[in-house]
Structure formats: C-alpha cells, structure tokens
C-alpha cells in the first residue's frame, strides 16, 4: 500500500530559526495536506497541497508530484511552533495515509 | 461554524463495557471518517463512509462498528471494550474524495 514516510522524526530548535520537514510518498501524489498537532492534541489544517507553493506568513509549503515529495517550510520559529507536524497523502478509500509525524521542539 | 466536533473529548471505560462516540459536522460533507492515533504513530483509518446511509471498513475495523443514519452524523461503536482500544480518537469529513479534509478535536478513550 501507500507509505508515507515523514523526515527528520524530531527536531529541536532555538527561537528565530528557520526549519524543512519533508514528506516522501511511495505512490503518485495526490490530495496531500499538512496538520500541526498541537500539544493539546489538536490537529490544525496547515496546508492542502497536493502540488505547487503556498504560503501562509511564516509557514510555506512545496509538493513536488513528479517526484513524489512534499516540503514544510518553518522560518523564525516561535515556540508556539512547538508540537508534532504531519502529512497525510490520499488513499484509495478517500482517507488521508499518514506518516509518523514530525516532532518539533522550539526552545525560547 | 462549529466544522467538525466530537463528543465525549475524554472518557475512561471498564473492559467489557460499551460506548458510542458522536461526530457532528456542519459543512454538508459526503465524506466522514474514524481514525484512531496511537502513541509514536500517524493516524490509522477505523471506517469510513461516502454518503448517508453508507459504510465500509477502513485498516483497523476489528472491534469497531459505526452507522450514518443522518448525512451530518457518523457515529463509532465499541462493543465490549478492550484495553487495546485504548487511543485518542479523531473523526474527519471532507467534501469528496481527495478534497481538504477537516479534524475533530479528539477524543481520548481509557480502557482500563
């Protein structure tokens, strides 16, 4: 089946400095989103993007389709930014395939 | 717009016993899902269902049992509980297959 594999599996930074987390898919992409989980548990939509760049303030997104690959880009981090960060690539029963996340740490 | 909610957001359970978890959305979506998340590990699909009325099971069905009855409901029944049910549960709808999708806020099961 589909593998969605999430790198680097934690990450730990100072405040004010800038990240990339990286999706690799195993099959053709397609409705790829990006969610930050907070630590309260809650899962927030960052980006659908299942190809092109999208921005949204500090946060940035690239899905490269042909090459099966979607990168989150974090820049100034603040410690709000803290949590664990997830893609999910669309499977065929309509769900999202997830990888094992991201685990984000900005210290102050 | 409330968007996704779930309800209970906590609950712990004696093995054996029963429970329902109730998800709401209000954004007129065909698509609802049941994930569960498990510590270390991304989110795995319990089922799923395409329209009002229908259902199908997703990766992890055993032990699990759901029902659409009104297009903006779609509850997840745990029949005899067991501790390996024990998990943070998240229900999700999107518009159709393969469009943005959108996350209750969680519901953590104990099973003790």
């Known amino acids: 089946g589909i593998q969605v594999e999430q790198s680097p599996p934690d990450l730990i930074l100072q405040e004010g400095a800038n990240s990339t987390l990286r999706c690799n898919f195993s099959?053709?992409?397609?409705?790829l989103q990006w969610f930050h989980q907070n630590p309260w548990g809650q899962l927030i939509n960052l980006f659908y993007i299942p190809s092109g760049t999208k921005q949204n303030g500090r946060l940035s997104a690239t899905t490269v389709a042909t090459e099966r690959y979607s990168l989150l880009y974090i820049s100034s981090s603040q410690t709000t930014d803290s949590g664990v960060y997830f893609c999910?690539?669309?499977?065929?029963?309509?769900?999202?395939?997830f990888g094992k996340g991201t685990k984000l740490s900005v210290k102050p | 717009n409330a968007g996704v909610t779930q309800t209970p957001k906590f609950r712990v359970l004696k093995t054996g016993q029963s429970m329902t978890l109730l998800c709401a959305q209000d954004?007129?979506?065909?698509?609802m899902y049941w994930y569960r998340q498990d510590p270390g590990m991304g989110l795995r699909l319990i089922h799923y269902s395409v329209g009002e009325g229908t259902t199908a099971k997703g990766e992890v069905p055993d032990g699990y049992n759901v029902s659409r009855l009104k297009k903006q409901n779609f509850l997840l029944g745990l029949e005899s509980a067991a501790p390996s049910q024990t998990s943070v549960y998240f229900c999700a709808s999107s518009r159709a297959m393969n469009t943005e999708a959108f996350f209750g806020q969680g519901t953590r099961l104990t099973v003790v």
């Open positions: 954004m007129n979506h065909e698509y």
């Open positions: 999910g690539n669309g499977g065929s029963q309509g769900n999202l395939i």
């Open positions: 099959d053709s992409v397609n409705n």
